[in-house]
């Protein structure tokens, strides 16, 4: 069976059929990915007992495979009357995981500020809530632009784990068409390809934003 | 002798007398097992200014620290404008703003320009609007000689042009208190003066001013009163005049004679 070039570029809007869900799951979860990461991280930085709770619990979702986690949510749970529609296990089962490691990115993004940066704004009278909102934080989102970047993309490329609890995205449906014609070569390529090339998009995203990051807080 | 001074003697008022700025009794801190700090005693009166010297790791910075309460101390006092600072207090961030402070290494806020590194404090702590803060921020560049870098970003500026925005920022919030706490210590040699001649200009105007620095020559063109600190004691305390023509202290003498090469 050799590789069908047109057969390739004829299956192309069925694989894209996934597409949406692809880029939905991606965007939520790197939103809840952040939102969840700089929670943890916060809580972490809180008084004893939080601040131990808070490392095993990072520690632990960083431990244990995406596909346990995905898989516990969507069919251990059932079993104690916690019925979750796929797509939202699917988003949230994402942002949880890719959460204990932007947990990580935030926490070297907070210790890269100098002391300084601290005590210069006690020193001016500032308010511990000021002192994060205007001196801290942008100095974080600068230090963070680049890792928190490369987990937006991973997000991305582990959006395929998603077939294993039925939503459909890009590449069950490319698997899709596979099973369908027996074909599997240029199902495989195309979902390959479209991968690649929104990865790259991603990317030079994020590369814009850190540059712009870059032009108004230059150290 | 008195050649040297920059105050002008006939119009300066001196040290004011009334409720000292600062009353520092018995203090003593530890770093751990290391006491930083040893039964510090010192009292600063409104319009004084001090000169802290003395060898590293002698506690001097510790003790200006422990002013703005930027280090809690353990034992004793430390009274600033009236009130006590204790460790927890609720009206610390307000009491901060009556205390300038100037650093070793700046610390400007790298992702602000000069200016608004200068109003920043002034409209969230202050509630200031944004014109009347600019033009108190605009009149303390300018004092500073460095107004026209004040679209500028820190790293565009130099050593001793970003202390000068540093001590612009700290004059801005109009403090009673100005702690410098080594501030042309990370200076090249050639950026030293402007940053000392803006320092003198602030003695001269009367600012009550408590300085940690090596810079002999300011301390004898500025000071009241130098003190003079040795593994977490003051050992000597004298005015300019008496501290380099007669230091009582063989610690001092040693000292003196090091770094007056």
Redesign the interface.
């Known amino acids: 069976m050799s590789f069908d070039l047109s057969f390739a570029i004829r299956i192309i809007p069925q694989v894209l059929e996934g597409l949406g869900n692809t880029i939905l799951v991606t965007v939520l979860a790197s939103f809840g990915a952040a939102l969840l990461g700089f929670t943890w991280e916060i809580l972490r930085r809180s008084a004893k007992p939080m601040r131990y709770l808070m490392r095993f619990v990072i520690d632990f979702i960083r431990s244990t495979p995406v596909l346990v986690q995905l898989y516990f949510m969507f069919f251990v749970l059932p079993y104690y009357g916690i019925l979750l529609p796929a797509m939202f296990v699917g988003i949230f089962g994402l942002s949880f995981y890719y959460s204990g490691y932007l947990a990580e990115v935030f926490k070297a993004g907070i210790d890269a500020i100098?002391r300084?940066?601290y005590?210069?704004a006690?020193?001016?009278?500032?308010?511990s809530f000021?002192t994060i909102v205007?001196?801290i934080t942008?100095?974080m989102l600068?230090n963070i632009a680049a890792p928190m970047g490369s987990y937006f993309v991973s997000i991305l490329k582990a959006t395929p784990y998603l077939a294993v609890i039925a939503v459909p995205e890009m590449l069950g449906s490319a698997f899709d068409v596979a099973s369908e014609t027996y074909r599997y070569a240029e199902p495989m390529l195309v979902a390959g390809i479209l991968f690649l090339i929104l990865a790259l998009t991603v990317a030079q995203l994020v590369q814009r934003l850190e540059k712009r990051l870059m032009l108004?807080?230059?150290? | 002798m008195n050649a040297l001074r920059a105050i002008d003697p006939a119009t300066d008022k001196g040290p004011a007398t009334g409720r000292p700025a600062v009353e520092i009794r018995h203090l003593s801190k530890w770093f751990g097992d290391f006491q930083v700090l040893k039964d510090v005693n010192l009292t600063v009166r409104n319009g004084e200014r001090i000169v802290i010297c003395g060898p590293s790791g002698s506690g001097k910075s510790t003790l200006i620290r422990c002013i703005?309460h930027?280090e809690a101390h353990q034992e004793g006092e430390v009274i600033v404008n009236g009130t006590e600072l204790k460790a927890g207090m609720k009206n610390l961030?307000?009491?901060?703003?009556d205390?300038?402070?100037v650093?070793q290494?700046f610390?400007?806020?790298?992702?602000l320009t000069v200016l608004e590194n200068c109003t920043?404090?002034l409209v969230?702590?202050k509630k200031m609007s944004k014109a009347e803060a600019k033009e108190i921020a605009m009149r303390n560049l300018e004092k500073v000689r460095i107004p026209e870098q004040a679209e500028k970003?820190?790293?565009?500026l130099s050593g001793g042009q970003q202390q000068r925005v540093?001590i612009a920022?700290?004059l801005c919030?109009s403090p009673k208190i100005m702690l410098f706490d080594e501030p042309t210590s990370a200076l090249d040699p050639e950026m030293i003066k402007e940053v000392l001649d803006v320092m003198t200009a602030l003695a001269c105007e009367g600012m009550t001013m408590l300085c940690v620095t090596h810079e002999m020559g300011f301390a004898r063109e500025v000071a009241d009163r130098i003190i003079f600190m040795d593994q977490g004691e003051i050992v000597e305390e004298a005015p300019p005049q008496k501290f380099f023509g007669a230091p009582e202290a063989g610690r001092t003498r040693r000292f003196l004679d090091q770094i007056l090469h």
Request: hydrophobic content about 40%; cysteine-free.
């Open positions: 100098p300084g940066q005590e210069a006690q020193s001016l009278g500032l308010s000021d205007f001196v942008p100095q600068r108004s807080t230059r150290r | 703005n930027l961030p307000a009491l901060r703003r205390i300038g402070m650093f290494q610390n400007l806020f790298p992702h920043l404090a969230r702590a970003y820190p790293s565009q540093a920022r700290a919030m």
